[in-house]
């Protein structure tokens, strides 16, 4: 069983004012926040959004059909998971492609697709506190991942 925060409430010289400082017990279940990057109307996310609500996890969603991603972003997620694991090559948007497009064997290739056709893109992409990546919903997997 964990321990419950402590509230310390300092007065000040003035009525109207009082400090509150909460304090957490290394031992506290943390609420974890996650960033999800996705398109909202997937499967896939909408597994991911719903397990987060009954788990109580706190999310922040972009919609990369309807945002896009930024550059330096896919750069970043290319050099920390390895482009192939970020192209979704089982998709319809994938099967749409021609030989050419599909063709790509770098990971400046694989910038330019994603960026062009934002739905090749592996979901979710979620970054948890600490800034590290996942992709893909295993529920065991996203469990120990977020909290």
């Not at 321990?3 to 310390?8: A, G, N």
């Not at 592996?122 to 977020?146: C, I, K, M, Y």
Request: some cysteine; charged content about 20%.
């Amino acid at each position: 069983m964990s321990t419950p925060p402590t509230i310390q409430v300092a007065a000040a010289d003035s009525a109207l004012f009082a400090m509150i400082r909460v304090l957490v017990p290394e031992t506290f279940p943390r609420i974890a926040m996650v960033k999800i990057y996705g398109i909202k109307n997937c499967d896939t996310m909408k597994k991911a959004f719903a397990w987060c609500e009954s788990n109580g996890i706190r999310y922040e969603f972009h919609d990369y059909k309807k945002l896009g991603v930024p550059r330096e972003r896919l750069v970043q997620w290319c050099r920390t998971l390895g482009w192939k694991t970020l192209i979704n090559t089982k998709g319809p948007t994938w099967r749409k492609l021609t030989p050419e497009q599909q063709a790509v064997t770098t990971q400046s290739q694989a910038v330019a697709l994603m960026m062009e056709h934002s739905s090749v893109i592996r979901r979710p992409v979620v970054e948890n506190d600490a800034g590290q990546f996942l992709v893909g919903f295993d529920p065991t997997v996203f469990d120990s991942f977020v909290r």
